[in-house]
């Protein structure tokens, strides 16, 4: 932030917007800006949001979801259909799908991919919960929603070998999804056609 001066403490603010996804040194001196000059409006609201968040932020222990309830909100939403369950890579991907109102289940969030590059492996991730969960009885179909890049469908593969023994139909998005294509930078057309062709997982 050269040729910029300002008080440690607007500095550090700066500086902690600026590692934010998206948000670059320029764009985050712009948002300090604007905070500064809303104090009222902006920057006690967005305090006070902060600050409820963080102090009732959980990880929902059914589906893996981010949330401030446990269970999360869209476990407990009995409109749910507890009969379809979305399974997703990471919490961005559940909030992608889920935005647009595109599935009418529930999820089921893996924390991550198989990848050995990275040194993920199964244990690494929350499928011996999903397995459990599906298990359990009460689920007709699975849908494997994994991004569309090689570890995706690693991932994918495996889980539906681990859930082969059970009673459900197995599904995964149609490979309409653009090749390397993470389900958080989709738009919502692209989402719903893939949710609507899916197909058994061979």
């Not at 507890?82 to 969030?109: I, M, N, Q, S, T």
């Not at 690494?124 to 849908?143: A, K």
Request: hydrophobic share 40%; net charge neutral; proline share 5%.
């Amino acid at each position: 932030m050269s040729g910029f001066m300002a008080s440690p403490e607007i500095e550090a603010l700066t500086q902690a917007l600026s590692r934010l996804p998206g948000l670059g040194p320029r764009s985050a001196r712009r948002a300090v800006l604007h905070l500064l000059k809303k104090r009222e409006t902006a920057l006690e609201p967005l305090l006070s949001a902060l600050g409820a968040v963080s102090q009732r932020l959980s990880t929902c222990q059914v589906c893996g979801n981010v949330d401030t309830l446990d269970p999360c909100a869209i476990c407990a939403d009995p409109r749910r259909d507890a009969r379809a369950l979305c399974v997703v890579e990471e919490v961005a991907d559940l909030w992608a799908l889920d935005r647009a109102r595109l599935f009418p289940g529930k999820f089921h969030v893996l924390g991550g991919r198989l990848s050995a590059l990275e040194g993920v492996r199964p244990e690494d991730l929350r499928i011996d919960s999903l397995v459990r969960r599906v298990s359990g009885g009460g689920v007709d179909e699975v849908v494997l929603a994994m991004n569309a890049t090689l570890d995706g469908q690693t991932t994918a593969h495996y889980v539906a070998e681990r859930l082969e023994t059970y009673p459900v139909r197995i599904t995964q998005l149609a490979h309409g999804l653009p090749v390397g294509g993470e389900l958080d930078y989709l738009d919502e057309g692209t989402l719903a056609q893939a949710l609507r062709a899916r197909r058994p997982v061979a």
